[in-house]
């Protein structure tokens, strides 16, 4: 038998899953599983959290993704804080003294965080703060590269009503790590070595230094092999050149497990091209022919994955594929006041720099060495811009490293720079670098030639200013303001200026007042160094300007005056530095604001004072504007602060309820205030006992909004009066309160008033549809129905709306003169007609007789009253229809028929009903008192001797919705019927030919039902 071999259709779909995924690999839709270069997808975020000991804030830090790929990537933070303060009201968000304010907040990571649109952190224009009230959260978010596992700590301050006082602030942090993605093979954990003297233990190794344990060297791979040179000393290729070591590494930073090198021969001149060591694989592989490059000392990896080298003469190359391409040569710049010439280059004059190497940091920039075996040695920087900006290529000097002919530079994971020197037994040194400085950590087991890592450290760079005073000063007076520069990053940044324009933000500068880390910052040209142009500063341990350490702060101080005519004066500075990934620099940001480069502002001290008033329920809190009999006492509360733009008197318009409400502000601001304010009175005219709100401190009595209890009512600050009065219920009582007060730094007196207005004069109006019985509307409806009430001049409390709506119900409106009126909705206009008025009540349900209708004058006008309640009711009724119509005789269309009957079928009768003897009259039929709409009428019974009419008559009685008209007493007109024609005799007087007809048909009916009842029978029988 045959045997037939039969797949499954899972392993089937599973082969197709298969073959799609290689094909997808192949087509770079889909990165190969372990492949270090593919980018990580990001993942679920992780959120740290942290409050502050005393429980008024919590923060939270987000980060997405959690894991970048090796060689760096983009993550986004998001930065929450909440108040976390008990609420002492919680149906009272605007208790202040539940609010927590804005300090400041720091990242050490991001140093330019922007607020979110789903940020509750709100702006107090009256005291200039930003604040939370209790239980509302602010958030920021930043994007930013990570080139290193990082833990990005979050940190934010602020403080309650009274912290300024106590000098308390609420502080809370949080720490998110980011780390590195991982693989199989090396990381970015250690540095990778080569050695190439031609003796001793250390012949031709590529290996690994630990820098947790020891400073071990690890032997990875010995170079010992044979090719082709194809750069010689004198110029020439040499076939089998065995090479026997390196003096350039370095490690693919996205992939850790490449460790790049130019092998050589013991002689140091014969190089073989470029070699790609696979540390996971163990495979030594050629990746690139030496083309033009010279003698490779110096080989090392931007962040991008790129490889880059310097030769023996300077020139730079960069490997674009499988060959290097030359973009020119490296120029030594020099540090201030050094004017000797250094080359990297062999020939010609000058100190000649040729040995060395370089290494990249996480910004782009490249740190290189240059020596000479004279133990001449200096770390220079070039930035990202110069490397790909064609020439001039500038390096930039660090400084002097010190005695030592140093050959390999490496960034270590924890944001050091290591170097080794060329000694029989290398020493493993630390640079420093703000100086450039190296000090020697150990000796190496090995001769090391070169250094390598795939670490990528890098600064950030947290800039602010902040001004003294910062409330306020005089016209002619002095602004001290403070720059800090604080590298959070975990590498020196080099090549840092700060550059501020004072005479384009129209500031005039105090000569000699600048300072920098609290040393003298001598002037250029009489105005400050740094004043329209950029100057190179440095951090305290830098030994050279422009650079400022990981983790120390720069702090320039210096003065200025307002130029006159200013309101306010705000400034910015911009910071810039090698490899500053922000275009155009960083700009100085006033910590005390939530955005991230917000301008440094002083206003120009401007005297002010307003007050708003609010009459209050003493019970509720809520605003009071009407008295009424039992109901009329007021609670006035008096807010004193330095901002005049307060609510004015009331508003125009009334709430839903008809009820007055507090205006509007001014509709042109005022210049807020920013003087301190003394001696500050309020009085009312028609209130005589306002008394400050008040609140104990220290045995001492201070207004309940003097947050520091020092007396004087500050920019800051909102104090409170009350004053609590019975009013009038028989008439309005109108309150005006004035504040006075004295500015503190111009002595100014100050006044500002404010009015409120408590009615006494009120009613209650209610209006009510109703349609009265019998309806003959078959959609009647009250809401069909708008009513309205128009008050007349001097009383803009018009009402409109729907019965038993709210804008119509129970409405407190001032005492007058109002029309009232109804109208029927759009929709319904055509049934205007059919309704009369019957009539328009209005009744006093609050009066001693309630069921006596009131006057209303012309039918429709309604004086209204004081204490009234009234209600008005609109009564209408609908206009029934008829229907007629007449029976008369065909032939003779003036006889009237009598004895038909009829089926009419409508909206009065949808069932149908029989019209017959009792609506008629000779012949003549009339139904009264019918509903509106579609009607169809048939005749049931002719008259004696007549033949029924078939047809069935139709009418639209009352409105009609299609044509818009409406006819209430319908006429049909007269409905003739045929007389019934007897059949025709012979002329002998037999029997007629329809006698036997009529018989023949009486026969074949006969027929059919024997027929029929005979088969019955049998059916029964079958049954049985």
């Known amino acids: 038998m045959k045997h037939t071999k039969r797949y499954s259709s899972k392993l089937s779909a599973f082969s197709v899953l298969i073959a799609t995924l290689l094909a997808l690999v192949i087509a770079g839709v889909l990165a190969p599983v372990g492949d270090q270069k593919a980018e990580a997808l990001p993942i679920n975020p992780a959120m740290a959290t942290g409050s502050s000991p005393d429980n008024w804030i919590s923060v939270e830090v987000v980060a997405n993704p959690t894991t970048v790929p090796l060689g760096g990537g983009n993550v986004t933070f998001t930065y929450r804080v909440t108040n976390t303060k008990p609420a002492s009201y919680p149906s009272y968000p605007d208790y202040r003294q539940d609010w927590m304010f804005f300090d400041k907040i720091h990242s050490n990571v991001c140093n330019n965080a922007q607020p979110t649109a789903a940020s509750q952190l709100k702006y107090y224009p009256s005291t200039r703060e930003y604040y939370l009230r209790a239980g509302e959260t602010a958030e920021w978010t930043c994007t930013t590269n990570i080139t290193q596992a990082t833990n990005n700590t979050f940190t934010a301050t602020f403080y309650d009503y009274y912290g300024n006082y106590y000098n308390r602030r609420s502080i809370a942090s949080a720490t998110e790590p980011v780390t590195m993605q991982t693989g199989t093979g090396y990381t970015c954990d250690a540095l990778w070595y080569s050695s190439g003297k031609g003796s001793g233990i250390s012949y031709g190794h590529l290996g690994t230094i630990d820098l947790t344990s020891g400073y071990a060297l690890t032997n990875r791979f010995t170079i010992n092999f044979k090719t082709t040179a194809v750069d010689v000393r004198n110029g020439s290729s040499s076939p089998n050149t065995t090479m026997v070591g390196s003096a350039a590494v370095a490690v693919d930073p996205l992939d850790p497990n490449k460790i790049y090198y130019f092998p050589r021969d013991s002689s140091y001149w014969n190089y073989g091209g470029t070699y790609v060591y696979d540390a996971q694989t163990g495979t030594n592989t050629f990746a690139a022919s030496q083309g033009t490059v010279h003698a490779v000392v110096r080989l090392g990896f931007s962040a991008d994955g790129k490889a880059w080298l310097v030769d023996y003469k300077g020139d730079l190359y960069r490997l674009d594929g499988t060959s290097w391409t030359k973009l020119g040569q490296i120029t030594l710049g020099n540090l201030p006041g050094d004017n000797t010439l250094r080359t990297f280059n062999t020939g010609g004059s000058g100190v000649k720099l040729y040995s060395g190497d370089l290494a990249f940091d996480g910004l782009g920039n490249m740190w290189i060495i240059g020596s000479d075996n004279g133990g001449t040695a200096y770390l220079y920087t070039i930035s990202k811009e110069e490397l790909t900006g064609g020439q001039p290529i500038n390096a930039t000097m660090v400084g002097d490293m010190g005695n030592g002919e140093f050959n390999g530079i490496a960034f270590g994971p924890d944001g050091k720079l290591y170097a080794t020197d060329d000694n029989d037994v290398a020493g493993l040194f630390e640079v420093n670098k703000t100086t450039g400085e190296a000090t020697r950590i150990t000796y190496l087991t090995e001769y090391v030639e070169d250094l390598g890592s795939c670490a990528l450290p890098k600064p950030v760079l947290n800039i602010t200013k902040e001004a003294e005073p910062s409330d306020g000063v005089l016209p002619n007076g002095t602004i001290t303001y403070t720059v800090k520069i604080e590298n959070t990053g975990n590498l020196e940044a080099t090549g840092v200026t700060f550059r501020d324009d004072l005479t384009g933000q129209y500031m005039t500068y105090v000569q000699g007042s600048t300072k920098m880390n609290g040393a003298t910052w001598a002037d250029v040209n009489g105005t400050a160094p740094f004043n329209g142009t950029a100057a190179l500063v440095k951090s305290p341990s830098a030994r050279h300007v422009g650079t400022v350490a990981a983790g120390e702060t720069v702090t320039i101080t210096f003065q200025v005056k307002p130029v006159a005519g200013q309101t306010e004066v705000c400034n910015s500075g911009t910071v810039d530095f090698t490899g500053n990934p922000q275009a155009g620099g960083i700009l100085t940001d006033d910590p005390r604001l939530p955005n991230p480069t917000d301008p440094t502002c002083v206003p120009i001290y401007h005297p002010a004072v307003g007050i708003d008033k609010k009459g209050l329920d003493p019970d509720t809190g809520d605003p009071k504007t009407l008295a009424t009999p039992g109901d009329d006492t007021v609670r ?28 509007p502000k001014p509709g042109a601001e005022a210049r807020l205030g920013n003087e301190p304010l003394s001696n500050v009175v309020v009085t009312d005219d028609r209130c005589t006992n306002v008394v400050p709100i008040e609140t104990t401190e220290g045995g001492a009595s201070y207004n309940v909004g003097d947050r520091n209890y020092d007396g004087l009512l500050d920019p800051d600050e909102i104090w409170e009066f009350e004053c609590t009065q019975t009013v009038s219920t028989a008439e309005d009582t109108t309150n005006t309160a004035t504040v006075n007060a004295t500015s503190t730094k111009s002595n100014t007196p100050l006044q500002n008033t404010d009015t409120w207005t408590v009615e006494g004069r009120q009613a209650l109006l209610t209006l009510v549809k109703k349609i009265a019985d019998p309806v003959y509307d078959p959609d009647a409806n009250v809401n069909q129905w708008t009513l309205s009430a128009t008050g007349g001049e001097g009383f803009p409390s018009d009402i409109i709306g729907k019965t038993d709506e709210s804008t119509i119900t129970n409405r407190v409106l001032p005492a007058g003169t109002y029309t009232l009126a109804e109208q029927l909705d759009a929709e319904n206009q055509y049934k205007q007609t059919g309704y009369v008025m ?15 209708p009131l006057d209303l004058g012309t039918g429709d006008q ?22 007629t119509w007449a029976k008369v005789d065909a032939d003779n269309t003036a006889q009237t028929l009598v004895g038909s009957e009829w089926t009419l079928t409508g909206p009065s009768y949808p069932e149908g009903t029989t019209i017959g003897a009792t609506f008629e009259n000779n012949g003549t039929f009339t139904v009264d008192n019918l509903m509106w709409g579609n009607y169809t009428l048939t005749e049931l019974k002719a008259p004696a001797g007549y033949v029924r009419d078939v047809t069935d008559w139709s009418a639209v009685l009352g409105p009609d919705p299609a044509t818009g008209t409406a006819e209430f007493d319908v006429d049909l007109g007269n409905f003739p019927n045929a007389k019934i024609v007897p059949p025709n005799l012979p002329l002998t007087g037999g029997i007629s030919r329809d006698f036997y007809t009529i018989l023949g048909g009486i026969v074949a009916a006969l027929g059919l039902g024997w027929v029929a009842l005979n088969r019955r029978q049998i059916t029964r029988k079958e049954a049985l």
């Open 636 to 663: 006035y509360v008096y807010y004193v602060s330095t901002d005049p733009n307060q609510p004015k008197g009331m508003a125009a318009e009334r709430d839903e309820n008809g009820l007055l409400v507090e205006g």
């Open 838 to 852: 019957d009539s328009l009540e209005c009744l006093d349900i609050a009066s001693a007789t309630p069921s006596q």
């Open 862 to 883: 309604l004086e209204l009253a004081y204490g009234q309640d009234v209600v008005c009711t609109f009564t209408n009724s609908t206009l029934p229809a008829s229907l």
